[in-house]
């Protein structure tokens, strides 16, 4: 966090790395500037080269702090990929005043508590995420700050990550001249933050179509219960329309997003894309023959993240389903989720000027997840991943639920209280 109070959030893509800087104004979301720089560097979320992917962090930084007029000094880093694991975690402390008020202390260190885990060696910890709190005998609380009692347990959940992923992040981070304020999970606050409280409890997924990858979150009864990551995004949408048109990639990509649509039928028969071939001859290509390429490769996209869903064993996501990410820009797409999904589908991008793409979504949903919660506060008091002790061990929860596992009274309880608690802190 900056010392004037604003907060950067970084999210480094395959294609792109968005950066945008932004602050809370009377509890609303204020977009002070935003940069994005080409990515290179970077595959489904790990970075494979870091100095082209520090080359690209400073170029993003650069184009933010020109806007800013201020200079960026620390950033939130989105984290997502296969290599991300979500397990239950629990922590007990003891209540500290003499007069049995609980206070910020107590909770931090329930929290840090809950860190004390036997993790894999190659594993390190991202992130503690109460759901529920419980004093004494009671349970359920969502804020225990300001009770009385003598001993406090919280039930979450930890988000741990390759630490060989995450050290390559942060070395990136730093050589590129930042500080890093935390790590977050990018579709956990991406979710929290575009979806409503209400959505979030009748079950929504949300579908962020990347440039290699789509990553397909499900959110139910107050948490997120699933993730899924599609190998495939914006980058196979161009490579069908470098086939198609017998030209250079970056040709195929200016067709897609100049003149593309995800649905043929939309298109308008005088539009068309004039270019020249791999050969080196003029060529002309319709619009409704570059929509009908992008429409059988989104259909299919979409077929495949409905196979899974249906499997996950939420019973129907009456929220619907979200789209986000930079290929979820093509007109039309809302219509043909709509259609394949079989549920009500809206598209989201930040409403702010700079950021109204929704290839910002991620980076936005951080930027609001850290300042809306106290997130960024508390942060800072959570020991370091190093410090910790190492006990017991976690169990991967990304996975399928098996029947009846995913859903039981306790979780169930557990997850209507993580809702309130976003609920609260959010304000939505
Ligand atoms: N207007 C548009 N129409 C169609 N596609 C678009 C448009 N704008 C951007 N895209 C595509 O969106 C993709 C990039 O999206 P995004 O920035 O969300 O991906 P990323 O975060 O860099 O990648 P990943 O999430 O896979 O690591 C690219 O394939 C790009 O061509
Ligand atoms: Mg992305």
């Known amino acids: 966090m900056e010392a004037n109070g604003y907060v950067a959030a970084l ?5 792109e790395i968005k950066l945008v800087v932004g602050e809370l104004l009377g509890g609303t979301l204020n977009i002070l500037a935003e940069g994005c720089a080409p990515s290179a560097g970077v595959k489904r979320g790990a970075v494979v080269d870091i100095d082209k992917t520090v080359q690209a962090i400073k170029q993003a930084v650069e184009h933010a702090e020109a806007a800013l007029g201020d200079q960026v000094r620390s950033v939130y880093v989105a984290i997502e990929g296969e290599h991300i694991q979500i397990a239950p975690c629990h922590g007990i402390a003891s209540v500290k005043r003499e ?10 260190e329930v929290i840090n508590s809950a860190q004390v885990m036997r993790l894999p060696d190659e594993m390190s910890v991202i992130d503690v995420i109460p759901s529920s709190f419980t004093v004494d005998q009671q349970t359920g609380v969502v804020d225990p700050r300001g009770m009385l009692g003598y001993r406090l347990e919280m039930h979450g959940k930890m988000v741990t990550g390759s630490k060989t992923i995450l050290h390559s992040i942060r070395r990136s981070i730093e050589r590129a001249g930042l500080k890093l304020d935390g ?13 409503s409280v209400d959505e979030i409890d009748l079950g929504i997924g949300l579908i962020d179509i990347g440039h290699e990858k789509t990553t397909v979150s499900v959110f139910y009864r107050g948490d997120l219960v699933y993730s899924y ?17 017998n030209c250079k990639y970056q040709d195929a990509k200016v067709a897609k997003e100049e003149y593309g649509l995800a649905l043929e039928e939309m298109a308008d028969a005088t539009e068309g894309f004039s270019f020249t071939n791999i050969n080196g001859e003029v060529a002309y290509e319709p619009q409704a023959e570059i929509s009908y390429v992008l429409e059988a490769r989104i ?5 495949l993240v409905l196979n899974r869903v249906q499997k996950v064993g939420v019973p129907a996501l009456s929220g619907g389903y979200l789209l986000c990410g ?7 797409i809302q219509e043909l989720a709509t259609r394949v999904m079989g549920q009500k589908t809206r598209l989201y991008q930040p409403s702010s000027i700079g950021v109204r793409h929704p290839k910002y979504a991620t980076a936005v949903g951080v930027l609001k997840y850290v300042l809306m919660s106290d997130h960024h506060v508390s942060k800072q008091n959570l020991e370091k991943p190093e410090e910790r002790e190492v006990v017991s061990s976690t169990t991967k929860t990304d996975r399928q639920p098996d029947a009846g596992d ?5 979780e169930r309880e557990s997850k209507n209280g993580f809702g309130r608690l976003m609920e609260k802190l959010f304000g939505v």
Do not use: C, W
């Open 229 to 245: 990551i599609l190998p495939v995004g914006g980058d196979h949408m161009t490579r069908d329309l470098v086939y198609k048109l």
């Open 326 to 332: 930079g290929a979820a820009a093509l007109p039309g």
């Open 11 to 15: 999210d480094i893509g395959t294609s």
């Open 406 to 410: 995913e859903y039981d009274s306790t």
């Open 183 to 195: 790590f977050v999970l990018g579709n956990l606050a991406l979710g929290m933050s575009a979806a």
């Open 299 to 303: 259909e299919e996209m979409f077929t």
């Open 99 to 108: 007069d049995q008020e609980i206070t910020d202390a107590d909770v931090i």
